[in-house]
């Protein structure tokens, strides 16, 4: 077999969506004829831990090599999953860091990454090396292997670096510095995969020396069979309407409570036919919304779930809801989140802007599209789509756009891209 050496600092049993896109092609890989060996953290503080795929990766017979370092969530590790703080002081920290460490605060743990990978690389050898960010600096310790030992280096853009929409630069000095560093990985990168058009788009504009063929778009995914689950459906009753995921920076809930709660008051025979469910980090600031806005009775908060437990929620709905707020570049957002909603082949009630994620709902063919924070055509789309459960007439979606993001066949392109590449030495 051939052998990838995979850089991932988020990577179970760290939960969340940010880890599932790399489990999963390290998971699918050995069936394309490439074994992955992944380096990762050690214990980590952190918001959420899924040990239900911590032991999908170790079953999928992935070798994970795990290293400590001095990063803020490995100082944090005797306190296992830690509660995340309110949304100020989420910020706050988060731009403290942002003003002491470029590119990120994972510095630490990528010069270890970079120590652990050199001995790997001494001993054994390798046919490629994939990188997946952020955290940024890991794709510097890429681009030093790279230098080192001249092997080919794939990097997954999950996000963008410069420019990234949750990005801060306090002074001139931090936006020269993210992008000449982002500079100097790239130029280091033999194949770039991104998750979308409008992150290529934007790569290509503002470095000129990168071609059309260097940058490769593997969008987000589902995995069939997370989906392959028993679940109470139950009988037909009250529509549920499910957001699965977290809120923070920009990502709020407030305005479809609003449109939730003016509904209630115009249209109260409705919402009482309505059940709101939450899985994940609902948080204390926006619990306080449901309570000042009267909705304590409509909202079900199920707090955060391993992985296939919050996907039996998921099946168990009626519709689904994705949130992404008007922020910088949101139109390069595509959240793992509302793919795996695309898995289910549920209908989706997407408040997204312009952009990537909203061009992929529009696709998917069985969603209902509001601008995010415009509560007047939220409220109208909640009444239109409880309108279609009562008459048994939501829309279907597209099977062929569901079935091109199959997390297998997905793992099947970068396989194919690995082989490509080799060849062409």
């Known amino acids: 077999m051939f052998k990838v050496l995979a850089i991932s600092y988020y990577f179970p049993p760290m939960g969340l969506s940010g880890v599932q896109r790399t489990l999963k092609f390290m998971k699918y890989l050995p069936q394309f004829n490439w074994q992955p060996t992944v380096i990762t953290t ?44 309110g949304e100020f002081t989420r910020k706050m920290l988060s731009r403290l860091s942002k003003t002491f460490f470029i590119p990120d605060n994972k510095i630490s743990w990528s010069r270890k990454a970079y120590k652990v990978a050199s001995e790997i690389l001494k001993k054994e050898n390798f046919d490629i090396i994939y990188v997946t960010i952020p955290p940024y600096s890991a794709f510097t310790a890429a681009a030093k292997l790279k230098k080192k030992f001249d092997i080919p280096l794939f990097v997954d853009y999950r996000d963008l670096w410069y420019g990234n929409h949750f990005a801060f630069y306090p002074t001139p000095y931090h936006r020269i510095r993210h ?29 000129p ?35 699965s995921g977290i809120f923070y920076e920009n990502i709020t809930p407030r305005y479809f ?54 996907l039996k929620k998921v099946m168990e709905s009626d519709i689904l809801w994705m949130m992404i707020d008007r ?34 709902a529009k ?42 993001h199959d997390r297998k066949y997905l793992t099947e392109q970068l396989s194919k891209q690995f082989q490509f590449y080799l060849k062409e030495l």
């Open 42 to 85: 050690g214990k980590t503080g952190y918001f959420a831990h899924d040990y239900s795929l911590l032991a999908e990766a170790e079953n999928s017979g992935i070798e994970i090599v795990r290293t400590e370092a001095v990063d803020p969530n490995s100082l944090l590790k005797g306190y296992g999953s830690i509660r995340m703080p």
């Open 179 to 207: 992008k000449k560093g982002e500079d100097e990985a790239l130029r280091q990168a033999d194949k770039i995969i991104v998750i979308n058009r409008r992150i290529k788009e934007f790569l290509l504009k503002t470095y």
């Open 209 to 243: 020396f990168l071609t059309f063929e260097d940058i490769i778009i593997l969008p987000q995914g589902f995995d069939p069979e997370d989906l392959n689950i028993e679940f109470n459906k139950g009988k037909k009753g009250k529509m549920k309407m499910t957001y």
């Open 257 to 310: 409570l609003k449109a939730f709660k003016q509904l209630s008051v115009e249209r109260p025979d409705i919402t009482a036919n309505i059940e709101l469910h939450f899985t994940g980090l609902l948080r204390k600031e926006n619990l306080k919304l449901i309570r000042r806005y009267g909705l304590q009775e409509f909202v079900h908060d199920h707090g955060y779930m391993e992985h296939r437990e919050s």
């Open 327 to 360: 922020i910088s570049n949101a139109d390069s957002i595509s959240t793992g989140k509302l793919f795996e909603y695309f898995g289910t082949g549920k209908p989706i009630l997407a408040c997204v802007p312009e952009g990537a994620a909203l061009s992929a």
């Open 363 to 404: 696709e998917y063919g069985a969603g209902y599209i509001a601008p995010p924070s415009d509560i007047e055509a939220i409220k109208n789309l909640i009444i239109k789509i409880h309108e279609d459960f009562k008459n048994d007439t939501m829309p279907v979606p597209n099977q062929e756009f569901i079935a091109r």
